[in-house]
């Protein structure tokens, strides 16, 4: 196994499955917040909402910070080292999927998420769970995309 060069096809597979892992971690984890996480914030009470909103912020980029960076990072890889067997428009679309993602959360819930920090807002957490599809369908597009790079790698 040559593991020495960045550019050799046994690093090439191993970066396909970090992104595999960390995309999936992503794609459950998304899921969760869409299905679970968000909708029980209506049932958080008023007094509460700062806090609790405050500390869902502070944690939850624990949980999303170290996948976001490896999938960010071997995506990247990927576009410039793309494997054998995998056309360059697979390893680009899987880029822009994550341009789509970042953009959705810049643009449509890290503003309602800031709207939620002074306190409970029905239009903005209505328009933070509309708005988050974004990036639940984009993720989870992401995971057959990863699916299908670790089948054609691995074949």
């Known amino acids: 196994m040559n593991l020495t060069s960045p550019n050799s096809p046994e690093v090439t597979r191993i970066i396909v ?6 995309t999936w971690a992503m794609v459950g984890l998304i899921w969760l917040v869409q299905v679970v996480h968000y909708p029980l914030f209506r049932f958080v009470g008023s ?3 700062k806090g609790f909103h405050r500390n869902h912020t502070r944690l939850i980029s624990w949980v999303v910070g170290p996948p976001m960076l490896a999938e960010g990072l ?3 890889f990927l576009v410039w080292n793309l494997p054998p067997r995998v056309p360059s428009s697979a390893a680009l679309a899987g880029f822009l999927l994550l341009l789509v993602i970042w953009a959705s959360t810049a643009f449509l819930q890290v503003p309602q998420h800031n709207r939620l920090a002074l306190g409970f807002d029905t239009a903005a957490y209505r328009k933070l ?4 599809w974004v990036r639940t369908t984009a993720w989870s597009l992401r995971g057959l995309l990863t699916a ?3 089948w054609k790698v691995a074949r």
């Open 148 to 150: 299908w790079l670790v």
């Open 47 to 49: 007094s509460d909402f």
């Open 129 to 132: 769970v509309a708005t988050n």
């Open 74 to 76: 071997s995506a990247a």
């Open 17 to 22: 499955l970090i992104q595999f892992a960390a």
